[in-house]
């Protein structure tokens, strides 16, 4: 069943995709400033610099300056959890919860997305030229690597700005993406 499409997947890793490199560079730069303005709202909210992505100082931060819970989560190592899930759970708690999940978000997005995906263009075509394969899934979609090309958020407008960046190849051609 999967051999007809070979041929169909080689087509697409040759031809690659095209990204907007300003754009995502003019989009980093209006990351870095999110990050920066939203990394100083955290410091102010806690009272003191921290390094945000360090989950034993924020944890410390959190539990024993802000005291946000009376018996905070641990991990197996004895440092208080800071994983996403448990800032969801206290993001009504206090103003700086939600600061910092906004803080990752854009962080993440300028690291993974708007600095990384430049990087992975193959100098002689201009392209990205990402890796599929069929039947690396157990539910028969195709897989994307090297970069992976499938988790490009849409959710939130700053997600939709990557995909922005994403531009046909040739002249009078299309782009067709999926938003689910």
Same mark, same amino acid.
């Given at each position: 069943?999967?051999?007809?499409?070979?041929?169909?997947?080689?087509?697409?890793?040759?031809?690659?995709?095209?990204?907007?490199?300003?754009?995502?560079?003019?989009?980093?730069?209006?990351l870095?400033?999110?990050?920066?303005?939203?990394?100083?709202?955290?410091?102010?909210?806690?009272?003191?610099?921290?390094?945000?992505? #360090?989950?034993?100082?924020?944890? $410390? /931060?959190?539990?024993?300056? &802000?005291?946000?819970?009376?018996?905070? =989560?641990?991990?197996? *190592?004895?440092?208080?959890a800071?994983?996403?899930a448990?800032?969801? #759970?206290?993001?009504?708690?206090? $103003? /700086?919860?939600?600061?910092? &999940?906004?803080?990752?978000?854009?962080? =993440?997005?300028?690291? *993974?997305?708007?600095?990384?995906l430049p990087?992975?263009?193959?100098?002689?075509?201009?392209?990205v030229?990402?890796?599929?394969h069929?039947?690396?899934?157990?539910?028969?979609?195709?897989?994307?690597?090297?970069?992976?090309?499938?988790?490009?958020?849409?959710?939130?407008?700053?997600?939709?700005?990557?995909?922005?960046?994403?531009?046909?190849?040739?002249?009078?051609?299309?782009?067709l993406?999926?938003?689910?």
């Amino acid at each position: 069943i999967e051999m007809p499409l070979i041929y169909v997947l080689i087509s697409m890793e040759r031809q690659g995709v095209k990204l907007d490199t300003d754009a995502l560079e003019q989009f980093s730069k209006q990351l870095l400033e999110q990050t920066n303005k939203l990394q100083e709202r955290i410091h102010a909210l806690a009272g003191v610099e921290f390094n945000i992505a #360090s989950p034993k100082q924020l944890g $410390e /931060i959190l539990f024993e300056r &802000l005291k946000l819970v009376d018996k905070p =989560k641990k991990t197996r *190592t004895g440092q208080y959890a800071t994983h996403e899930a448990v800032l969801q #759970s206290l993001a009504a708690e206090h $103003e /700086i919860v939600q600061t910092i &999940l906004d803080y990752r978000m854009v962080a =993440k997005l300028r690291n *993974t997305y708007a600095e990384a995906l430049p990087q992975s263009i193959f100098e002689k075509t201009g392209r990205v030229h990402t890796t599929f394969h069929q039947v690396a899934t157990a539910t028969g979609r195709l897989n994307s690597q090297n970069p992976n090309l499938q988790n490009i958020p849409i959710r939130r407008d700053l997600g939709q700005e990557i995909r922005k960046a994403f531009v046909p190849c040739r002249a009078g051609q299309h782009l067709l993406s999926a938003d689910y």
